[in-house]
């Protein structure tokens, strides 16, 4: 079933640019992006609607990482006035739970929506900085070589590993979901910087 969206793809990403500036910060709501959507369409989903999750999950970072407790304290108000509904917006707020970000931090994700967002955004983390130590880049990278720095604690430290296993509760194993991932990111690896 398709959920209508409020703007089309193009004015979204008008809209992130809006407010991000930062090149690094922009890549990664693209790879969010194609991951979220290849995720969604494995699982049944609406994929325009879970890219459209991927692509604006940080539309207020540009403006508040400054002062990271802010981040998701702008969003309701830009997403709404960009016309999205309360679900979308609390949707993607459910990314930042468990963080110290608009009093979040005691809040837990319980539902495959928000699994899918979560684990999605996050994973690209870890395939962006795997694929840049890598000459070829994402090139012919696999699922079974990324399990191994998964599982490296110091490699892309900043990448939340739990967060990345929450894939399981989407009824994915962590392997399958970094096949689906790295496909993803594959398929958009002109506009990520990784070719």
């Known amino acids: 079933m398709q ?3 409020p703007i089309t793809h193009e004015q979204a990403l008008e809209l992130v640019k809006k407010y991000n500036s930062d090149e690094r910060d922009l890549i990664h709501y693209l790879e969010s992006e194609a991951v979220c959507k290849a995720l969604a369409e494995k699982l049944g989903e609406d994929k325009e609607y879970f890219g459209m999750l991927g692509l604006l999950h940080d539309i207020d970072w540009g403006i508040t990482k400054d002062n990271v407790q802010t981040h998701l304290t702008k969003a309701p108000n830009i997403l709404k006035e960009a016309g999205f509904d309360e679900e979308f917006i609390e949707l993607l707020i459910s990314h930042g739970y468990g963080f110290d970000c608009a009093n979040l ?3 837990k994700r319980t539902e495959k929506k ?3 967002l979560a684990a999605g955004e996050t994973v690209t983390g870890l ?3 795997y694929a840049l130590m890598r000459p070829e880049k ?3 990278m696999k699922a079974n070589s990324l399990m191994k ?3 490296d604690k110091n490699f892309a430290s900043g990448v ?3 967060i990345i296993l929450e894939c399981e509760k989407l009824k994915l194993s962590l ?3 970094f096949e689906i991932a790295i496909r993803a990111i594959q398929s958009i690896k002109e506009k990520a910087g990784l070719v």
């Open 149 to 151: 720095k998964f599982k």
């Open 114 to 116: 928000q699994f899918i």
């Open 160 to 162: 939340e590993r739990e």
């Open 3 to 5: 959920i209508s969206l």
């Open 175 to 177: 392997e399958e979901f």
């Open 105 to 107: 931090q005691d809040k």
């Open 127 to 129: 395939i962006h900085a």
């Open 138 to 140: 994402l090139e012919g």
